[in-house]
């Protein structure tokens, strides 16, 4: 059995996390928080930056390619990899759709045909890695979605720097579901949802 609570942050006061403390003690808690709809200009600016890093020179190297990038975050404040892993948990979910599923060369989706969901996955995180003016570009015209160009590692970042920076394994949610077909409305044609 378990009890939600929905309590604005600002809401959360010394007397009422005590009680909270009181009646539940040692019990386990999630913490659910609601994602903007839209992020500021400066949360966007500080992600595009943070997306700079990494290291084309070394991409023969996933691993060396997001080093500069895993570094700089595990110097950031917790809550700034986290606000990272949603950032682009928020671009990823915009990509998860059918116009751009059908745009990634050979093995873009056609019905009747296999479609690795893993393999889109990774196609729309070579459209954020390749910066915020590819990704705009892509969002404007799907036909821009790179022909079978993959970047998973992005996905690694986050969860390095948080290993880096605490030593702990990161156990984090992002705000969005980046999974293919999470995006109901951007598979609305298709008969796979």
Same mark, same amino acid.
């Given at each position: 059995?378990? =009890?939600?609570?929905?309590?604005? $942050?600002?809401?959360?006061?010394? #007397? ?6 009181? #009646? ?5 808690? &999630? $913490? ?7 992020? =500021?200009? @400066? @949360? &966007?600016?500080? !992600?595009?930056?943070?997306? @700079?890093?990494?290291?084309? %020179?070394?991409? =023969? ?18 809550? $700034?990899? !986290?606000? *990272? ?5 928020e671009k990823l979910y915009r990509l998860d759709?059918?116009? !751009?599923?059908?745009?990634?060369? @050979?093995?873009?989706f056609r019905e009747g045909y296999y479609f =690795?969901?893993?393999? *889109? ?7 954020? +890695? ?8 892509? $969002? ?10 993959? *970047? ?5 970042? +986050? %969860? ?21 077909? %999470? ?5 609305k044609e298709t008969e796979e949802v």
């Amino acid at each position: 059995m378990s =009890s939600v609570y929905q309590i604005k $942050l600002a809401d959360l006061n010394p #007397q009422l996390l005590q009680e909270l403390q009181t #009646q539940y003690g040692n019990t386990a808690v &999630e $913490l659910h928080v609601t994602a903007p709809v839209r992020w =500021s200009d @400066e @949360e &966007e600016t500080w !992600f595009w930056a943070a997306i @700079e890093r990494l290291d084309w %020179s070394q991409e =023969s190297n996933d691993t060396l390619v997001i080093q500069p990038l895993v570094q700089y975050l595990a110097t950031q404040p917790l809550h $700034l990899i !986290f606000r *990272f892993a949603d950032i682009l948990s928020e671009k990823l979910y915009r990509l998860d759709a059918l116009a !751009f599923a059908e745009n990634m060369g @050979e093995y873009s989706f056609r019905e009747g045909y296999y479609f =690795s969901v893993d393999d *889109f996955l990774y196609a729309r995180c070579c459209v954020v +890695a390749n910066g915020r003016k590819a990704y705009q570009n892509v $969002l404007d015209d799907p036909e821009e979605m790179p022909d079978e160009q993959t *970047f998973g590692a992005l996905l690694r970042v +986050a %969860s390095e720097a948080y290993q880096l920076k605490t030593g702990q394994r990161m156990h984090y949610q992002p705000a969005y579901a980046i999974e293919t077909f %999470s995006n109901k409305d951007g598979w609305k044609e298709t008969e796979e949802v």
